[in-house]
């Protein structure tokens, strides 16, 4: 059974950094990719990261230079390093694994088989 288990959320001052972990169980890393996705009150879900074994890694245009994904295939633990976050970064994140990506004109996360039950981020300005 897979088994995805958010933690690391907190509240935390714009500018400041946090780092989520998700420790997978069920599967490796070989098995599936893995990432997160966000969800903001009153907005869509949103793919924010992904790493996978075979293609690297993917960040949304709004984290790249601020948001670090890596993983630790030796804990099957995945992380998720937020520095100078601001308060548009307030959201539900969720870890997910075996993400699809949409492949038309734009390339995105889309979905995921498998969910963590997420951990809350919020950003005070």
């Known amino acids: 059974e897979v088994q995805l288990v958010e933690s690391g959320g907190d509240l935390v001052q714009a500018g400041g950094s946090l780092r989520l972990s998700c420790a997978a169980s069920?599967?490796?890393?070989?098995?599936?990719?893995i990432g997160w996705f966000r969800q903001a009150p009153g907005k869509e879900r949103e793919g924010v990261s992904s790493?996978?074994?075979?293609?690297?890694?993917y960040y949304t245009d709004s984290v790249k230079g601020r948001f670090t994904i890596s993983s630790d295939n030796a804990k099957n633990t995945v992380y998720l390093q937020m520095n100078s976050l601001k308060p548009e970064d307030t959201a539900v994140y969720y870890c997910a694994a075996d993400i699809l990506f949409y492949t038309g004109t734009i390339y995105y996360m889309a979905d995921a088989s498998y969910w963590g039950q997420g951990t809350p981020v919020t950003v005070s300005s």
């Open positions: 069920g599967f490796t890393f070989d098995d599936y990719n």
């Open positions: 790493i996978s074994n075979t293609d690297g890694t």
